[in-house]
């Protein structure tokens, strides 16, 4: 992959450094090809190029987690991740959870236990939870876990979850929303 890359930069009639390349993520099941500069975030790709607008930047550091996506089943934060490197991954964002009209479980539980405010982290929180769920049910351990064998508690899930900001502090439902999601 990286003298593909270096192919890419270097224009070979000119000799000129190109930073465009051509880039086909597989987003929410479906393959999109981009012209993109190699040095494109993942989170920009899907904001500016396929207009799925879910994952928020916060911070762009990393450190808010509103641009939580699923990559293999696993979050990440899409702000500090090139797109050119999530090439033939499975990447899902908020917008590609639903089967059409029905919600999935953790976006229907954030409904029902009103577990967002202002909405901006909101997606990074539901893919984050969708996550949260799916370790704790592989036996993943966390800093909280006891015995080696994760539950979905509330210690869990907050510690689990501790990589998602919310400025408007909806903490109290979001952690309800995630263990009746689970359950």
């Not at 000129?16 to 975030?41: A, F, I, P, S, Y």
């Not at 893919?127 to 015995?147: F, H, L």
């Not at 979850?161 to 009746?180: F, K, Q, T, W």
Request: glycine letters at 10%; a negative charge; charged letters at 25%.
């Amino acid at each position: 992959m990286c003298a593909r890359v270096f192919e890419s930069l270097t224009d070979s009639a000119t000799g000129t450094r190109n930073r465009m390349t051509r880039v086909t993520l597989r987003v929410n099941g479906d393959d999109h090809e981009l012209d993109c500069d190699v040095r494109t975030t993942l989170l920009d790709a899907l904001r500016e190029h396929l207009d799925l607008i879910g994952a928020k930047k916060g911070c762009d550091h990393g450190q808010c987690g509103a641009c939580t996506v699923l990559v293999d089943g696993r979050r990440i934060n899409s702000c500090l991740a090139f797109a050119i490197g999530y090439q033939g991954r499975d990447i899902t964002t908020v917008e590609g959870l639903a089967d059409g009209d029905t919600l999935h479980p953790v976006q229907q539980a954030f409904v029902d236990n009103d577990a967002f405010q202002c909405g901006y982290c909101t997606s990074g929180q539901i893919c984050s939870a969708v996550a949260v769920i799916e370790e704790v049910k592989q036996g993943w351990p966390s800093a909280v876990t006891e015995d080696d064998h994760p539950r979905l508690t509330r210690e869990e899930v907050r510690e689990r979850m501790s990589g998602n900001l919310c400025r408007c502090g909806a903490y109290a439902n979001i952690i309800p929303a995630v263990l009746e999601a689970g359950e």
